[in-house]
């Protein structure tokens, strides 16, 4: 535990001016950004007499080795800053809202020639149109299922696109009426664009305007006899009316609007946002989060809109953003959004009438969302908890192993051999330090070699970060002890690149486990125990878990550690050696398929995709390809002399593949001059 005092600035050595401050850990890594109108003012509050601070407080400062600033022209600035380095370094004391579930939302694909309406979840995409977010994906379908009818918009996929249009024949909805088929051209690509925009003003509210055009054109109709057309348009009319009906009407003046409540306690707080648009709800979602900082509700509202819209531009940051509280600096934060919009934004807190009405509401669905969760957190914190603790028990370990990284090998008969390693902490999975590596030091199928590979390459980065950062002063090494690391041990796709510099962001290898999990038997312990002996390291425990019986295996012990059934740790450890063999296999099965989708052109410097794909169709095959002359692969569109001899030298080097054989005849196989098999 760091003293403050160590490490606080000097007296005038802050500046008096607003910025953005970075907290580090002895490891240089960032564990909390904070912004102030007045770094002075705001960094003194933390060097105070530790009694003094918030436990939360204390616990960061105590864990901080140092403290820097930047200072910034204006509160707004501060803020937008602020949300970057969050986002960035994702500080560990620092609120982080988590989504307690991925939303659908309802898309329009406007980057494309034909847009697509369809259902999208994950990162927002760059040109594409967004409504929602839904709380379920039939609810969308439904939704555009009734507008087709009006707004026959392409929902098909590239593939199913391509097909009809080379065969000229449209896919079902085309047939019916639900897609105005731009892939038979049946509509130009700007009368389809039209359709598009116009089922995007219907979702966003402009709903009036396409109703009452709609009516005038069946009375229009009527009056001419059309009674046909007629009806269709009474049926497109009701279509719209029943979709408009999915969303109830909760502000009578057509407002576009998010309301945002938050329910909250003394280690918790949940977030609930309304998305109200032309006056109906149109989307729902929710956060909940670990109160890590001491943070009042403005804070929490604070964190919430930069969330929420620190990714929007444009109409997707509404015109008002209504709140329970409002955050320590609205004028700054009310800029910001503007500046994200584009045009004003008003932030303020509902005091009457229907707005506030539906306040309440989503304050009842925030409290709900946070009893919901604590009821599931309890019972998760507990178990999580006891796991730990029996497998710091059984393994005889002094604490239990908060960060828990696991290694497993994978390959097919020796080839494409590959390790995973995976990182749980506090029983969690820690997806973003997942890492996986290719096996370089030999070939073929040796699982005890892997594992004593991977293991001291992956600690000899971890001594390697040491040494860099001064963490570690050289010292005699031990008998058979490896001198830090050159990186060219590499670590696998896509890890073989050099450490990055001191800059806060989390480090591939630079933490070390409390516990080490090997896939395997007492040879892979023994491997990976050894690879450490070799380093050095004899602060960090080894395991191994069995898959026949579930046994666990220590260094040099005869006889295996046996967890009842039972175990909430055994259950834990199989958690995560199941995770690391899904890892590991998931890589060595794309490598695989990567080898398998290898081209004899590939070893050809220069010539990239476009131009491969260009030789294969000019001659139907690589085997007709192999025939030509050079002259003749000049004349493909594209390639040069140069490389024409280039592909000729890399084709005629190529082993000629065995012939395939009827199994039932007896027969071999040749390829005729049109590529296809006899």
Avoid at 141 to 164: H, I, Q, W, Y
Avoid at 530 to 544: H, Q, S, T
Avoid at 548 to 559: A, F, I, K, Q, S
Wanted: charged residues 30%; proline residues 5%.
């Amino acid at each position: 535990m760091a003293d403050p005092s160590s490490y606080r600035p000097k007296p005038g050595q802050i500046p008096d001016s607003p910025g953005v401050y970075k907290f580090r850990d002895e490891h240089r890594r960032v564990i909390y950004v904070g912004k102030a109108k007045s770094l002075r003012q705001r960094l003194a509050n933390y060097f105070q007499d530790l009694a003094s601070l918030h436990p939360r407080t204390r616990t960061m400062v105590t864990t901080a080795a140092s403290v820097e600033w930047t200072v910034v022209a204006t509160e707004v600035e501060a803020l937008q800053l602020e949300y970057s380095w969050i986002k960035e370094f994702d500080p560990r004391f620092n609120v982080k809202y988590r989504d307690d579930k991925s939303y659908p939302y309802l898309a329009v694909t406007l980057n494309e020639e034909f847009p697509r309406v369809q259902v999208m979840r994950g990162a927002k995409k760059k040109g594409v149109r967004y409504f929602g977010p839904y709380g379920h994906a039939w609810a969308i379908r439904e939704t555009v299922d009734l507008m087709l009818r009006v707004f026959p918009v392409r929902t098909c996929s590239a593939g199913v696109f391509k097909n009809a249009t080379r065969t000229g024949r449209p896919c079902l909805l085309g047939y019916i009426g639900k897609c105005s088929a731009p892939c038979v051209g049946r509509v130009t690509p700007e009368e389809h664009r039209e359709l598009a925009d116009g089922f995007c003003d219907f979702m966003a509210g402009r709903t009036g305007t396409y109703i009452r055009r709609l009516e005038k054109d069946m009375m229009a109709a009527a009056e001419e006899m059309e009674y046909e057309r007629a009806a269709r348009l009474r049926d497109d009319v009701e279509a719209l009316k029943r979709a408009m009906e999915k969303s109830a009407v909760v502000l009578a003046d057509a407002t576009d609007a998010d309301l945002i409540a938050v329910a909250e306690d003394e280690l918790e707080a949940a977030v609930q946002i309304f998305h109200v648009r032309g006056g109906r709800v149109r989307g729902q979602r929710g956060w909940v989060t670990d109160k890590v900082e001491a943070v009042d509700t403005s804070g929490l509202v604070e964190h919430a809109l930069q969330q929420l819209y620190g990714e929007e531009t444009g109409d997707s940051v509404p015109k008002e953003v209504l709140v329970p509280a409002l955050p320590e600096d609205p004028e700054a934060v009310s800029q910001w959004l503007a500046d994200r919009r584009g045009s004003q934004v008003s932030l303020r807190i509902p005091q009457r009438g229907d707005k506030k009405d539906l306040m309440v509401t989503v304050q009842r669905n925030a409290q709900q969302a946070l009893g919901l969760h604590k009821t599931k957190r309890a019972s998760d914190l507990t178990t999580r908890s006891r796991a730990l603790e029996e497998i710091a028990e059984a393994l005889g370990l002094d604490t239990a192993p908060l960060r828990i990284e696991c290694f497993d090998i994978s390959h097919l008969q020796g080839d494409d051999v590959v390790a995973s390693m995976v990182v749980f902490e506090d029983g969690l999975a820690r997806k973003s330090e997942y890492r996986r590596f290719q096996i370089k030091g030999f070939e073929g199928q040796d699982d005890v070699r892997s594992m004593h590979e991977v293991i001291g390459r992956r600690f000899r980065r971890y001594l390697q970060e040491k040494e860099r950062t001064g963490e570690w002063e050289e010292s005699p090494a031990p008998s058979g002890a490896v001198p830090a690391p050159d990186t060219a041990a590499g670590d696998g796709d896509p890890f073989d690149s050099e450490p990055r510099e001191d800059d806060g962001r989390p480090k591939r290898f630079a933490y070390p486990p409390q516990l080490v999990v090997v896939d395997g038997g007492q040879p892979q312990v023994a491997a990976a125990k050894r690879a450490l002996d070799e380093l050095g390291i004899d602060d960090i425990a080894v395991c191994g878990l069995a898959k026949r019986l579930e046994e666990v295996w220590l260094p040099d012990d005869d006889d295996p550690v046996v967890l009842p059934r039972s175990s909430e740790g055994l259950y834990l450890l199989q958690r995560v050696r199941d995770e690391a063999h899904r890892f590991a296999i998931t890589y060595q099965r794309a490598k695989r398929a990567k080898r398998i989708r290898s081209s004899p052109l590939d070893a050809v410097a220069g010539l990239g995709e476009t131009r491969k794909q260009a030789l294969i169709k000019h001659f139907g095959s690589v085997k007709k390809l192999k025939q030509a002359t050079i002259d003749e692969i000049c004349e493909v569109p594209g390639i040069g002399r140069r490389t024409a001899e280039s592909v000729a030298v890399a084709l005629a080097s190529t082993t000629p593949a065995a012939p395939a054989v009827n199994t039932a005849t007896g027969e071999i196989i040749e390829e005729d001059d049109g590529g296809s098999t006899t």
